[in-house]
């Protein structure tokens, strides 16, 4: 039914004879690579803001939050082309992953190709997103006991940041820069290893994000200045 609806919506505006919006986009990722798939997380809502070029997806809970389960964007280029990007967010009867992948329009908007991550997204750790050390000091603390319960004895912290946290992008609804920040996965805590609520609240919010502006002329994100 929502892929009967967004095609709907295409056919009016593109008889309307306006040019290239996210809708279109979709569309035309839709029919040369492959239509999007809702995993187990349904969406119950969508915001399409055809004038920023914004399109999105959610769940609500009922109450003022909500997950976002996808979100599109459009950016546009400084050769005519267009920069689509898609994330797509799933969960695994566990945790919540979420994925974000970019396209390329062609100027004539009759041809879209798949971008590699590396060819526009700064290369980013999850160190980077810690602000102070004291989450590495928490898993310090239970290191020993993730490595026997859940991991193994090489297990580094590299790798029990890799199994709580992933970097999600947050797509613009206005302007042309995404936020990079953290999810937290809580599958340790919750079948591992009994990390007490005080010291988990630690590893769920002393991290930030960090923005990335998009350059128009190279077609790729870059980190923001700092003031």
Known sequence: MKNLILSLIFVLINSLGSSQNILEALQLKSDLIGEYVEGELMSTDTIIDLKNGYYEEFLADGGDNKTITRQAA???????????????????????????????????????????????LPELTIREFL???????????????????????????????????????????????LLATLRVCDYIPTNAVNINQEQWTIIENNFGAIELEFDKVRKAFKRARKN
């Open 131 to 177: 602000v102070d050390t004291t989450i590495l000091s928490v898993l310090h603390q239970y290191l020993p006991e993730i490595q026997e319960s859940y991991l193994d004895a090489n297990a580094t912290i590299e790798k029990v940041l890799s199994e709580v946290y992933h970097i999600v992008y947050l797509l613009p609804q206005r302007g042309t820069s």
């Open 74 to 120: 459009i950016f546009r280029n400084h050769d005519g082309s267009t920069t689509l990007g898609i994330t797509i967010t799933e969960y695994d009867f566990v945790c919540l992953y979420s994925k974000t992948s970019f396209y390329r329009i062609s100027k004539s908007r009759d041809s879209i190709n798949t971008v590699e991550p590396a060819d526009i």
